[in-house]
């Protein structure tokens, strides 16, 4: 009988501490704060509008409007008039490129698919590099046509062959614009030519650029292309044919990595330009300047501006987080993993020692548990101001445990 009861008693406790595993503590090294699951949503950092306002009177500006964006963090440096609606010319060409690297993304084209252009596409007026109805070209010559040369004919071709016309194309280039959040924004070709109602703003030429840049890197080994060649090969025979960029900050200004340049009649001249030094990559949109130079040099001085002013903290967590306790799974501890690195963009010479990172996560979790789910969250604070938080989510899914799963624990434990 006295053996029984401490049998007994011994699968109860194993039993306990299977539903009820010990509770996991952080490093002494990262404070630590116990709460419920945290439900704020992430913030890369505040806004520096208001400080560049203020810092911005030594900055020549010869346009109506500009905005200057670090990239990594999406703060806005300096802007003047920024969401006012402008035609927008051959910058509209960033969101073509957009969809253009999003397709080969998805594998629903590749670099050397044969692209045939429509007599719609040849017909296309403005910049362009003279394709013929017919031709063939392959995917990546059309992108250096457009990115280096602003080739409205390689554009329209290949909005059709992506979406089998241009008018669909463009639905789709309205769609991610809504996306991404531009709210100043319809487009009506996949171009730029001038046409009613075809107009963005500083502000969503930004977001746009940013989207390709940091999604798709690999478009600056187009756009800092500073002269290339084609070939025609038509019934005619095969010619070549000269590229050069529009966007002469690539050779004048030392840290330019591309963009796109555009100008009509109704825009006159306009420029996203991306420009890096020191990990830190600005992106400046000018729209609406008189002349090239004015755009040209307005970017030069805002990225100036931007490179001596403005400096980034980056925290790319190279501390491990501890396991969390699970109940009721498959599994007792839950693997933890940060949604993303930490940067942090200040204008004011921040002495960026003074930043806390304050972990917030629950003592235990219930399963099921699905990986990338959110678990708490790192907070970051410059004395008493939160700058920004990243996600800590779990790296793994973790099943409820069946009744069965918690005996085969107990008997695995006491047996073995």
């Known amino acids: 009988m006295h053996s029984f009861l401490s049998l007994f008693l011994c699968l109860h406790l194993l039993l306990a501490s299977a539903l009820f595993p010990p509770v996991q503590t952080l490093s002494s090294r990262i404070l630590f704060t116990e709460t419920q699951e945290a439900s704020d949503e992430n913030s890369a950092s505040a806004s520096l509008e208001a400080q560049a306002a203020e810092h911005a009177a030594g900055i020549s500006v010869a346009a109506p409007s500009a905005l200057l964006m670090e990239a990594s963090t999406g703060t806005i440096i300096f802007e003047k008039d920024s969401h006012s609606a402008r035609h927008p010319a051959s910058i509209t060409k960033i969101m073509t490129l957009i969809l253009i ?16 252009v429509s007599e719609h596409a040849a017909g296309m007026g403005g910049s362009q590099v ?11 010559t059309m992108i250096k046509c457009i990115s280096i040369a602003s080739a409205n004919d390689a554009c329209v071709a290949m909005a059709e062959f992506i979406s089998g016309s241009e008018a669909a194309f463009v639905a789709e280039m309205n769609a991610k614009a809504a996306a991404l959040g531009m709210k100043d924004t319809t487009f009506v070709n996949c171009c730029g030519l001038d046409a009613d109602g075809h107009m963005t703003s500083a502000y969503d030429v930004a977001l746009m650029s940013r989207e390709l840049t940091v ?43 591309g963009l796109k340049t555009g100008s009509t009649g109704l825009a006159k001249f306009c420029l996203s330009a991306t420009a890096e030094k020191d990990g830190m990559e600005l992106i400046a949109v000018i729209m609406g300047a008189e002349n090239p130079k004015d755009r040209f040099g307005t970017a030069a001085a805002l990225f100036n501006y931007g490179f001596s002013k403005c400096k980034i903290y980056t925290d790319e967590h190279k501390e491990p987080l501890p396991d969390l306790s699970v109940k009721k799974g498959t599994e007792n501890a839950l693997p933890l993993e940060y949604k993303n690195p930490f940067q942090y963009l200040s204008a004011d010479g ?54 069965s799963d918690y005996m085969k624990k107990i008997f695995l434990r006491y047996f073995s």
């Not at 690297?101 to 045939?116: H, M, P, Q, R």
């Not at 003279?130 to 990546?140: A, H, K, M, N, Y």
């Not at 756009?223 to 529009?246: R, Y």
């Not at 304050?358 to 979790?365: A, D, E, G």
Request: hydrophobic letters at 35%; proline letters at 2%.
């Open 101 to 116: 690297f999003e397709a080969l993304e998805k594998g629903s084209i590749k670099l050397t698919d044969t692209v045939t």
């Open 215 to 257: 999604r798709h890197p690999q478009i600056h080994e187009y756009c800092t292309i500073w002269m290339d060649t084609m070939t025609h090969v038509t019934a005619k025979g095969s010619t070549e044919f000269g590229l050069t960029n529009t966007n002469k900050l690539i050779r004048q200004y030392e840290y330019a990595t």
């Open 350 to 403: 921040a002495d960026f020692s003074a930043i806390e990172k304050q972990i917030s996560l629950p003592n235990v979790k219930d399963a099921p548990i699905k990986k990338g789910e959110k678990i708490g969250e790192a907070v970051y604070r410059l004395g008493t101001e939160k700058i920004g938080s990243v996600d800590i989510i779990a790296a793994k899914d973790i099943t409820q445990a069946a009744f």
């Open 130 to 140: 003279f394709l013929e109805v017919g031709e063939t070209q392959d995917v990546e």
